[in-house]
């Protein structure tokens, strides 16, 4: 219903507590959109950083009638992980309600090469944790901007997958956009998230089963040094052994079959 609900922005924005926003939705907003014929779409509360979104949730969730018109926690990455909030607010809501992560943004590096790699594992670390805590699906803020990182009208520039260059009529397909492939390409939807379990913390992983019956494993390597590993099926001790595997160092890559 509005773009962060507790921030002080320098763009048009309103504040909203938890009572104004159930307010505004169950009294104003859900019967106009009935009124319109458009009583099918979705309205997602809070969309604001992970940190906060429990205590919103289970504000919204106690008003019954509030909680009837809610379809789904919108949220960003600003405060950083909060994949715990991320994962009890599921445990709130229940299955029945999305979780979408609808914004989030790296800052703007002048096209600097240097950068692009930690804003690539950034989009991979939170891709990885939201869907692992129990989103249902990820949205990048800007896919594209121009050379400067706007447009913007009070000067929020930011980075993006991909940069276009208007004076030399070029675009710059950056690294965060092939890191994003490795979910959006692989990832069908209508998906559902499978068990995965790694014998160390330094390999971040998440597994899919498609609607087509076919598996996609996403294997993010952040760390300095190369990481072997065994990619089993099942448990160690009954399942099936399937291949020896690496992931080198600062790599990322998915597994489809």
Not at 76 to 81: E, I, M, N
Not at 132 to 152: K, R, T, V, Y
Not at 188 to 199: D, I, K, N, S, V
Request: hydrophobic residues 35%; proline residues 4%; negative net charge.
């Amino acid at each position: 219903m509005q773009n962060e609900t507790q921030a002080r922005q320098t763009w048009e924005s309103c504040l909203y507590t938890a009572e104004q926003e159930a307010d505004f939705l169950t009294n104003h907003l859900k019967p106009a959109l009935v009124r319109a014929g458009l009583g099918d779409v979705k309205v997602f509360v809070w969309d604001h950083n992970k940190e906060g979104m429990l205590d919103r949730a289970r504000s919204i969730m106690r008003d019954s009638k509030c909680a009837k018109a809610v379809d789904g926690i919108a949220f960003h990455w600003y405060s950083g992980d909060h994949f715990d909030a991320l994962r009890a607010t599921r445990d709130l809501v229940g299955p029945d309600r999305e979780l979408i992560f609808t914004e989030g943004c790296d800052f703007y590096s002048a096209g600097d090469p240097y950068w692009e790699l930690p804003h690539a594992e950034h989009y991979a670390r939170e891709i990885i944790g939201d869907l692992e805590a129990g989103a249902n699906g990820i949205i990048d803020w800007n896919i594209l901007l121009d050379s400067s990182g706007g447009p913007n009208h009070v000067g929020n520039f930011c980075d993006a997958p991909i940069m276009y260059d208007a004076s030399e009529g070029k675009l710059s397909v950056r690294l965060p956009f092939h890191y994003i492939g490795h979910f959006s390409r692989f990832v069908e939807p209508g998906a559902h998230r499978m068990l995965t379990t790694q014998y160390t913390s330094d390999l971040e992983c998440c597994g899919f089963v498609n609607p087509n019956g076919s598996y996609a494993l996403i294997i993010l390597n952040r760390t300095d040094r190369d990481i072997g590993f065994d990619l089993t099926w099942e448990s160690k001790r009954l399942g099936k052994h399937i291949a020896p595997l690496d992931a080198p160092a600062h790599s990322i890559q998915t597994l489809y079959w």
